[in-house]
């Protein structure tokens, strides 16, 4: 690994000016390796000077973890945050280049990857499963989205360079957010096929699609009939019902007393490799002063992959989860001329060339109506689409 850089589908950031990782207490420069005392406060007043109505020349890219979003929300970091642990990237690139489909010559090494002991077991998850089910039972919260990482170790051999060619090669399973960031000074690769937004703005107007309930398309020829299905399920409906609710507060939040969020649309269909899912779209207008940092401080991390309320479903995330989400179900911030986008990064791998491994979260979101082994099988399906769409290319 020698070059930092963003791909996406059709365009590559490259030449960085400037690039930081942040930690719980310090800063490092990832082209000279100089580290510095720095606060997430810092970070947080840092992020409300990107103002939101700029013609960003150069691209800057954020990579926020899932736990920055706990520092968000006046929640405790898990104690087992090391300070080795990037909370936050923050990229300032010089070039910005289109990019045309790879053509991979045959002996191009794909990646080896052997997962490692399934984790977690069903009879680990299960457990997971009903202490939390108990906490809706008790009116704590009313949805929770309980994850699990999952790991796999990489074949050695395996370049930067080759993975993310042939990542970006099999364009027809590509979903609207990936993006892969290659990070030499920290041994890492983030790999995301995320079909997400946390946010897009446009003119002035803010949208997020929130994506909850997934059926699998195995044996489903006819999509028509899937769909029906989806929409006939109690379970799938009630989940996008809340989440779409949190949303649409949470971006009123963001603009009040200014404008008011309404929902645009409430559920259409989205496919990804063997999962159909549903999302809603939410908009609200901005006033012209707002920044970043307002926006994140109110939305951040994204309703979907928390639970409602927010707050006391990531307290009770917090009890249930085994490791540190990391940047899975964080957020990718490009700030690019006009173009102000952020994705949330479900569908999402780290690569850490040090450890030769790959690791890749999961889950999914649990209300009354859920059952363990249920919500199991789709997790494990999860996993399965995006190691199947690594392995087929």
Not at 8 to 14: A, N, R, Y
Not at 333 to 342: G, T
Not at 349 to 354: G, L, P, Q, T, W
Request: hydrophobic share 40%; proline share 6%; charged share 20%.
């Amino acid at each position: 690994m020698n070059d930092l850089f963003t791909r996406l589908p059709h365009e590559i950031f490259t030449h960085p000016l400037r690039a930081y990782a942040y930690y719980r207490n310090t800063r490092l420069d990832l082209l000279n390796g100089i580290s510095v005392a720095f606060s997430l406060k810092k970070l947080e007043e840092h992020l409300t000077t990107f103002a939101l109505n700029v013609d960003y020349k150069t691209p800057i890219v954020f990579h926020l973890s899932y736990e920055f979003g706990l520092y968000y929300n006046r929640l405790d970091l898990p104690s087992n945050i090391e300070e080795s642990t990037p909370l936050a990237l923050e990229i300032h690139y010089l070039k910005a280049t289109r990019v045309s489909k790879q053509k991979l010559s045959a002996s191009t090494p794909l990646p080896a990857l052997t997962p490692v002991a399934p984790i977690p077991s069903y009879q680990e998850y299960k457990q997971a499963f009903k202490l939390g089910y108990e906490h809706l039972l008790n009116g704590d919260c009313y949805q929770f989205n309980l994850t699990f990482n999952h790991h796999f170790t990489i074949d050695h051999q395996s370049r930067v360079n080759d993975l993310i060619d042939q990542f970006f090669s099999n364009s027809k399973a590509l979903a609207p957010f990936a993006h892969a960031t290659s990070i030499p000074k920290l041994n890492l690769l983030l790999l995301s096929n995320s079909p997400e937004s946390l946010f897009e703005i446009s003119k002035c107007k803010l949208q997020t699609r929130p994506i909850k309930g997934s059926i699998h398309l195995h044996g489903h020829i006819d999509l028509q009939k899937a769909w029906q299905e989806m929409l006939a399920s109690p379970k799938e409906s009630s989940e996008l019902n809340m989440i779409t609710d949190l949303l649409r507060n949470d971006l009123t939040k963001i603009a009040h007393p200014y404008a008011y969020a309404k929902v645009l649309k409430h559920k259409a269909r989205l496919l990804v490799p063997q999962i159909m899912h549903q999302y809603s779209i939410i908009e609200v207008e901005l006033p012209s002063a707002t920044t970043l940092g307002k926006v994140l401080e109110n939305i951040f991390p994204g309703g979907s992959v928390t639970g409602a309320p927010k707050k006391s479903s990531m307290r009770i995330l917090q009890k249930l989860e085994h490791s540190p989400r990391g940047f899975y179900t964080g957020s990718t911030i490009i700030l690019h001329r006009k173009k102000i986008k952020a994705s949330i990064n479900i569908r999402t791998a780290v690569i850490d060339f040090k450890k030769n491994l790959l690791t890749y979260g999961a889950g999914g979101g649990i209300t009354l109506l859920s059952k363990p082994q249920q919500e199991y099988q789709e997790m494990k399906l999860k996993v399965k689409s995006f190691i199947d769409l690594l392995n087929k290319i």
